[in-house]
């Protein structure tokens, strides 16, 4: 079983870590359901972890419909952290017609052939996601799909999460995430036996600094 802690600061980082979390998501503006953090903070998790640090690319909050100077923004990120050592990135983008934007998801990753992406949970925004699942499959360095199956919380998207892990490739991860904390995380893995876990209080010791 991997856990992934999503977390803001370095501190939360440190205790995640310490807490026993496999890696962390690294995300700026959790309140706006995460954006691109500064370099800064970046930095000092690649340097002070031992843990994957996996970084959220998303220049603003509201929807996942993006420009072509925001893509390119997104592209600028990405390659100012990867010269700093950031190896592993969260994407995301959706046509105007509610859809995944799967042309712009492929030049992002294509970008960066050394990189490897999750698609974050813009797939849970989209009409018919599992659609786009052979699609995605044809991304080589899109590694994984972080999903709660469109529910508000995983248990309830449960069906939704395994029939995508049925669907992916292999070598490809589905990431379980929606309201999983240390307290439901045993039955979560239980009902959704997909390996990969995410959240915001998926250790106690996140429980307790966030509570």
Not at 130 to 135: G, N, V
Not at 139 to 160: E, F, H, K, V
Not at 195 to 208: E, K, N, P
Request: charged residues 20%.
């Amino acid at each position: 079983m991997i856990i992934e802690a999503c977390v803001e600061t370095l501190e939360e980082a440190l205790i995640a870590e310490k807490g026993g979390v496999d890696q962390i998501e690294l995300c700026a503006r959790l309140d706006l359901d995460g954006t691109t953090p500064e370099g800064s903070l970046v930095m000092a998790c690649l340097e002070q972890l031992q843990i994957p640090v996996k970084v959220m690319i998303r220049p603003r909050g509201g929807n996942f419909v993006y420009t072509a100077d925001e893509v390119q923004e997104m592209h600028d990120s990405i390659q100012a952290y990867q010269i700093r050592g950031a190896k592993y990135f969260v994407i995301g983008m959706a046509t105007t017609d509610n859809r995944l934007h799967i042309d712009q998801i492929k030049q992002v990753c294509n970008a960066f052939p050394d990189a490897r992406f999750t698609l974050h949970k813009v797939i849970d925004r989209v009409q018919d996601p599992l659609s786009a699942i052979p699609k995605l499959n044809g991304i080589p360095n899109l590694q994984s799909i972080l999903t709660s199956g469109g529910a508000r919380t995983a248990m309830q998207g449960a069906d939704q999460i395994i029939a995508m892990r049925t669907a992916l490739a292999p070598g490809k991860e589905i990431i379980a995430a929606g309201k999983i904390t240390a307290e439901n995380l045993t039955a979560v893995q239980e009902r959704i036996p997909v390996g990969f876990y995410h959240g915001r209080r998926i250790v106690s010791t996140l429980m307790d600094r966030l509570a």
